[in-house]
């Protein structure tokens, strides 16, 4: 019986175990951490072994196949000697494409990856096409194929996730966008993360079709580097494209099929430049297959945008807070600060990445005070020290909060949008948006009947 190891046992390692077991593998969960009581009992109950708080090395060099989390580093002591053995490791999208016979819709880039598959999901399902949810957003893969297979599946794929990719091959895949981002995990160099994200691309033919960002320097510098053997399609704010999709800013264009389509700008229930584009992009993977015009306008219509990215929490007093947790890198702020043409409330800080904050510069003139939420802000507060008349800092969500509705005017927003990692006051980013969103319920209007 061949033996597979899962390394991690947080939702894709315990999907990729349970679908190891139904297939017939004898099957061992590690896990260095502590491992959720609700994960322990369905791993007992399914008579699967596991250890926890620690990672037996004997056992896991036994393995003739590893499959293992995306978060930890293939430079790991334990990763590395299993490579050097000559065990295959892959990742668990990797695992359960091979027990797919849905066509994979896989979507990828450092910015606007969740929108979109969020977005390509909806118009598909909405549509009425035979189509499912995995990924990087959602459940597993892997642990929802134990229940039945899609005609199509819409992944969302991190970089993490694609290197871990074999065999894995998209119908169609969309790269949103690259922006520097997690260099840490490829050696701070910027070619070697570009070309992580390109793998998406490695086994697609001529047959597929792949969705890419004209104006984006990144994916530019990356062409030069990787070829692509699908059939390209190019989404632009600037230029028609003969085949592709546009946007003059009113209008959303697409000649990804015989017939053309538009679709007002105003029928979104998205707002912000980048949020075009990423419509751009998931109307484009949508149309290619198979869903009518019409469907796809009303679908529109009807989306919702997942937790914690540009998530309205409440207006009080005519001030809108805004809830964007999940902007945890510059660029992702410099889409959310550019969003809104009202004057701003910006609460910013955490973990910094590395960050470049001179990006945000040319959108600062709106902002009216920058509250800093972090254990350390220097690095935020000089940064801007020049560029915003106030600027103050706190370890306490309720009081950056509270500090919001205190500045804020009828017609201002207060905009969470961290650029930084939550790990210093909060678990991640969803614990941030939530407690986040917990202070704005209990403000309590100024006004005096």
Request: charged residues 25%; negative net charge.
């Amino acid at each position: 019986m061949k033996k597979i190891v899962i390394l991690g046992a947080g939702e894709s390692g315990l999907g990729a175990a349970m679908l190891a077991r139904q297939k017939g593998y004898a099957v061992f969960v590690s896990d260095a951490g502590q491992i959720s009581p609700v994960r322990k009992s369905e791993m007992e109950r399914l008579e699967i072994d596991f250890e926890e708080g620690k990672h037996s090395e004997e056992k896991i060099l036994n393995a003739d196949l590893i499959i293992k989390s995306p978060g930890i580093s293939p430079m790991t002591e334990l990763v590395a000697k299993a490579s050097l053995a000559g065990i295959q490791i892959i990742d668990e999208l990797e695992f359960a494409f091979g027990y797919s016979k849905g066509k994979v819709i896989a979507i990828t880039g450092t910015n606007g990856k969740t929108t979109t598959t969020l977005l390509t999901y909806h118009l598909m399902k909405e549509a009425g096409l035979d189509v499912g949810l995995a990924g990087n957003v959602g459940k597993s893969w892997a642990g929802q194929l134990l229940e039945g297979d899609h005609d199509w599946w819409v992944i969302e794929c991190s970089s993490y996730q694609i290197d871990g990719m074999v065999d894995f091959k998209p119908s169609i895949a969309i790269l949103c966008n690259i922006t520097p981002d997690h260099l840490d995990r490829y050696d701070y160099k910027i070619d070697n993360y570009i070309d992580s994200k390109f793998g998406i691309f490695k086994n697609m033919t001529s047959d597929d079709q792949v969705i890419l960002f004209a104006e984006d320097l990144l994916t530019q510098k990356g062409l030069k580097a990787n070829e692509i053997s699908a059939s390209v399609s190019w989404v632009s704010a600037l230029e028609i494209q003969k085949a592709g999709a546009w946007t003059d800013g009113e209008t959303l264009n697409y000649a990804v099929t015989e017939e053309s389509v538009s679709v007002p700008v105003d029928s979104l229930t998205l707002t912000g430049k980048h949020n075009l584009l990423n419509a751009l992009c998931a109307g484009s993977a949508a149309l290619i297959a198979g869903v009518s015009d019409v469907d796809m306008m009303l679908a529109f219509q009807t989306f919702k945008n997942a937790a914690h990215r540009m998530e309205l929490i409440s207006e009080v007093d005519g001030v809108k807070f805004i809830n964007d947790s999940k902007g945890t890198n510059v660029e992702a702020t410099a889409y959310a600060l550019a969003s809104f043409q009202n004057p701003l409330i910006w609460i910013a800080g955490g973990v910094d990445k590395g960050n470049d904050y001179s990006l945000l510069s040319p959108m600062t003139e709106k902002v009216k005070s920058l509250i800093c939420l972090g254990k350390d802000n220097e690095k935020l507060k000089t940064a801007f020290a020049g560029e915003i008349a106030d600027i103050r800092e706190t370890q306490d969500i309720a009081e950056a909060v509270s500090w919001g509705q205190a500045l804020g005017a009828p017609g201002d927003v207060v905009l969470l949008s961290p650029a930084c990692a939550s790990f210093d006051l909060f678990k991640n980013y969803e614990d941030r948006g939530m407690q986040f969103r917990v202070a704005v319920e209990k403000l309590k209007s100024k006004t005096i009947a």
